[in-house]
């Protein structure tokens, strides 16, 4: 059974940092783009950050370029997503995603290529 496990969310205070970590099972997915989603009430889901399958491409939205960054762990199928200098803005569900249908060396840039999805971890930022 294939799943993506999220961990490391809880509540901060702003300029505070947290690290999500996203953790694969299943199958191996040393060569699947992955990516992270957030999604708060009555927005729609977005991508925050994505990384390719060889991990030599990364993007980012333009609200968290500067103050995130995305890594994997290729050995041990593990997607991390640090976050500094966090905002009340910030305050959302992030989602790991998974896509196997892209090259290697492609990111995630929508929600309509990701295969797998994670269940989420909930990140608080007061003020």
């Known amino acids: 059974q294939v799943q993506l496990v999220e961990s490391g969310g809880g509540l901060v205070q702003a300029g505070g940092s947290l690290r999500l970590s996203c953790a694969a099972s299943?199958?191996?997915?040393?060569?699947?783009?992955m990516g992270w989603f957030r999604q708060s009430p009555g927005k729609e889901r977005e991508l925050v950050a994505a990384?390719?399958?060889?991990?030599?491409?990364?993007t980012y939205a333009h609200s968290v370029k500067g103050r995130f960054i995305i890594s994997k762990d290729n050995t041990r199928s593990i997607v991390y997503l640090q976050m500094n200098s966090l905002k009340p803005e910030d305050t959302a569900v992030y989602h790991c995603a998974a896509s196997r249908r892209l090259f290697p060396q492609t990111v995630l840039t929508s929600i309509t290529e990701v295969d797998y999805w994670g269940q989420g971890t909930q990140v608080s930022v007061s003020s």
């Open positions: 990384i390719s399958g060889d991990g030599g491409l990364t």
């Open positions: 299943g199958r191996s997915f040393s060569l699947d783009a």
